[in-house]
């Protein structure tokens, strides 16, 4: 019995699973960004800076918790230290709007949540999936959109095309992640179809999981439509993206619950950046575009 999208959005009402609503960045282009290219360095926007909270207008830092494995949102320059990517773009444009510096910390991503509510982080620019239950412990202030997928060795030697075809098999995903949700959620729908379940491999960081594929210890790897694109375009000899993208779903900025000062400032920045065509520069130059997500709303996961 196949698994319809329909039965799978039964369990999971975060993904759309509307293939067409989501396309991944073009595998030809993706991520081709130059990690060297520079915007213009932003004007304090007094407007947004005097929403910050007075600790982090005294301190001058906002402390930014990140997974850094996962391009071209955020991963490491070759000196193992200097952050490249999107968020880490983004991180340093908003940082300029508000006059404080956004200061970004190497975090396991199934740990990042926690470190926020216990405030040793400000907030989280991860590319973390804006989801329901993560908005019991913090707001979300969104900026991009992102389907799910799966990623295959070249040549798709076990004949994964759709969704339905990782019933029993072994799924590489980053703990905690957005792909480790949503394996959650297959295996649910594997299930109810008289499926086996998933063979759910978590791993601490997205480049274990990829490695886990490499080294034929997962038959996939579960995650975000963005990052895989950039896996196939940095290895197109290694990898491919058999299937569309199971939905959209918002990306969001996490913010502890109880810091509505610096949701709103972050948010107030990133109008900013709308406005002035900072955000869509950054887009374009990590090949974002399709992921555009515009009028930084708050909370709109499901």
């Known amino acids: 019995m196949r698994i319809s999208t329909i039965s799978l959005a039964a369990v999971s009402a975060a993904v759309a699973l509307a293939?067409?609503?989501?396309?991944?960045?073009?595998?030809?282009?993706?991520?081709?960004?130059?990690?060297k290219a520079t915007t213009a360095a932003q004007t304090v926007d007094q407007a947004a800076a005097s929403k910050l909270p007075a600790d982090i207008k005294q301190a001058g830092v906002v402390k930014v918790a990140s997974g850094v494995s996962f391009p071209p949102m955020e991963y490491f320059a070759s000196d193992n230290k200097t952050v490249l990517g999107f968020d880490a773009d983004l991180g340093k444009a908003l940082g300029?709007?508000?006059?404080?510096?956004f200061e970004f910390s190497n975090t396991n991503f199934d740990g990042i949540i926690a470190g926020l509510t216990a405030h040793r982080f400000d907030l989280g620019l991860t590319s973390m999936i804006d989801k329901k239950e993560r908005q019991a412990s913090?707001?979300?202030?969104?900026?991009?959109?992102?389907?799910?997928?799966?990623?295959?060795?070249?040549?798709?030697p076990k004949g994964l095309k759709t969704q339905d075809d990782l019933c029993g098999r072994s799924v590489a995903v980053e703990?905690?992640?957005?792909?480790?949700?949503?394996?959650?959620?297959?295996?649910?729908?594997?299930?109810?179809?008289?499926?086996?379940?998933?063979?759910?491999?978590p791993f601490p960081d997205q480049a274990s999981a990829i490695q886990a594929l490499q080294s034929d210890r997962a038959d996939a790897v579960l995650a975000?439509?963005?990052?895989?694109?950039?896996?196939?375009?940095?290895?197109?000899?290694?990898?491919?993206v058999p299937a569309k993208p199971f939905g959209t779903l918002p990306v969001g900025i996490p913010v502890p619950k109880d810091d509505p000062q610096l949701r709103d400032a972050v948010q107030a920045a990133l109008k900013v950046l709308e406005e002035n065509g900072t955000y869509q520069q950054l887009l374009s130059k990590w090949n974002l575009a399709d992921q555009s997500l515009t009028g930084a709303p708050l909370n709109t996961g499901q």
């Not at 300029?96 to 510096?101: A, D, R």
């Open 19 to 35: 293939a067409s609503a989501c396309a991944a960045p073009d595998a030809g282009t993706a991520g081709a960004g130059d990690p």
């Open 96 to 101: 300029e709007v508000l006059g404080v510096e």
């Open 138 to 156: 913090v707001d979300f202030v969104d900026y991009l959109s992102s389907g799910v997928t799966f990623l295959v060795l070249k040549g798709n």
């Open 175 to 201: 703990k905690g992640s957005t792909g480790d949700l949503v394996a959650d959620d297959l295996t649910a729908a594997c299930q109810k179809a008289g499926k086996p379940a998933l063979k759910k491999a």
């Open 224 to 240: 975000l439509d963005l990052t895989l694109a950039y896996n196939v375009k940095q290895d197109p000899e290694k990898f491919e």
